[in-house]
């Protein structure tokens, strides 16, 4: 019988994760189907109950549901509890598990497929909401020099940087903040351009060394963020990337098979 995988979220229409693991089970000639699910926003539970009662394999969870989901599962990783959200559920064992995958997404994206280096350099987060918490302990793990979390709201900043403060040097700020200072890398992590917003940034913060920026957003164009850095002479990057390696890492945690990714980007890049 066909293992039935899902991904639960409202919108969810957009969402590339069905092509993505259609391709990925493909590749590796693996049974299952994988939908996209609308839930109405006070239903998550009833919906992952329903899915899990007829069967289902596995879930992906987008917007705005990963931190109902993290309060839904028996267990969470390591991962998951850092971030306080869940991306990956799966059943094992008559219990659901939690996972969180997208820093690690990131994290191959910028190492394995960009061939950026994390370790010793200096980060700027732009932006403190699920997405950041997500990538905090991923992108510490590699050891950066220091990471600057910058965000409108300042205390949110101030609360990621003392959560996270055992894991390496993090300081939080407002992103008026920031002149004067210069980084290595800078990430955006807001979702300042879904509300056609742009982020007054100086050119200042880009280091003398070619810096790399990456934007978490992705788009068949450059986004705004991705342009002021290009003219400032960065690196650029889009999170085209991170979608599809966090979607190899949750259906590796299902299957037990890592598929490979170049391909599967470069196939939703062309679609774009
Ligand atoms: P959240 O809603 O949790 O957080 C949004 C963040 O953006 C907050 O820090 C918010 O600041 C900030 N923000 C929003 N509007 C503005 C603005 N006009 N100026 C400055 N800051 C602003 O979203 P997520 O963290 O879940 O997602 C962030 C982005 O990352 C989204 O674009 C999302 O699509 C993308 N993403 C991409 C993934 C991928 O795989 N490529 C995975 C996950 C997310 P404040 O706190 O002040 O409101």
């Known amino acids: ?32 189907s994988y939908s996209a699910q609308l839930v109405p926003q006070d239903s998550f539970n009833r919906a992952a109950d329903d899915f899990f009662r007829g069967g289902g394999h596995g879930l992906n969870v987008t917007v705005p549901f990963k931190q109902q989901a993290f309060d839904y599962v028996s267990f969470t990783s390591d991962r998951a509890a850092c971030a306080g959200a869940v991306n990956t559920l799966m059943f094992q064992d008559d219990k659901i598990i939690g996972d969180n995958t997208d820093g690690i997404g990131l994290v191959t994206d910028m190492v394995e497929n960009l061939g950026w280096t994390i370790t010793g ?3 700027l ?11 905090l302990q991923p992108l510490l793990d590699q050891n950066p020099q220091h990471i600057v979390i910058a965000n409108r709201s300042v205390d949110k900043a101030l609360a990621l940087a003392k959560r996270f403060s055992e894991s390496g040097y993090l300081l939080g700020c407002g992103i008026d903040m920031l002149p004067g200072q210069s980084f290595d890398v800078i990430i955006n992590a807001t979702s300042a351009a879904l509300t056609g917003s742009a982020l007054d940034l100086p050119d200042s913060l880009l280091s003398d060394q070619q810096a790399n920026c990456y934007d978490l957003m992705y788009a068949a164009e450059p986004t705004d963020f991705l342009r002021w850095a290009a003219e400032g002479g960065a690196k650029t990057a889009d999170g085209l990337g991170m979608l599809v390696e966090q ?25 774009l």
């Open 1 to 32: 019988m066909t293992d039935q995988y899902a991904v639960f979220g409202n919108p969810v229409a957009h969402s590339k994760s069905p092509k993505i693991h259609r391709l990925f089970a493909e590749q590796t000639d693996q049974d299952l």
């Open 125 to 135: 987060i732009i932006g403190a909401g699920g997405a950041t918490r997500g990538i």
């Open 247 to 271: 979607a190899a890492a949750s259906f590796a945690l299902w299957r037990g098979i890592a598929p490979r990714t170049n391909n599967v980007i470069a196939q939703l890049r062309a679609s």
């Open 121 to 123: 350099k200096r980060f």
